[in-house]
């Protein structure tokens, strides 16, 4: 499996949140790990969704793994949910439970 560029990476998905915000929730459970990976890069100078805001009860849902096969999950679920997510909030754990995603730093 080829290593993600992980700056690359969260560049890409800054430029995608930075015109379209209501995305993060497409990242589904995966969102505070991408959160996470971005704030060691930018600010809320940057957008203003890297606050401090963390929802533990879907963080908890994560499976423990390492940075890249976490960042490929998030990918994965973000092109999903892309493709066949719903219109709302919600979205599926790795379990096939549906849970919902909301960042209060996003307000959205």
Do not use: C
């Not at 015109?19 to 809320?44: M, N």
């Not at 793994?65 to 719903?86: D, I, P, S, V, W």
């Amino acid at each position: 499996m080829n290593e993600i560029n992980i700056e690359k990476a969260m560049r890409n998905v800054l430029q995608i949140l930075q015109t379209q915000p209501e995305h993060y929730k497409r990242f589904g459970i995966y969102w505070w790990t991408v959160k996470a990976l971005l704030k060691q890069y930018y600010s809320q100078d940057n957008i203003y969704l890297l606050g401090d805001y963390v929802d533990e009860s879907i963080t908890d849902r994560v499976p423990d793994a390492n940075t890249q096969a976490l960042l490929k999950m998030a990918f994965e679920e973000y092109a999903h949910n892309t493709a066949y997510g719903r219109d709302d909030k919600t979205v599926e754990d790795t379990e096939g439970e549906i849970v919902t995603i909301y960042d209060e730093d996003a307000g959205l």
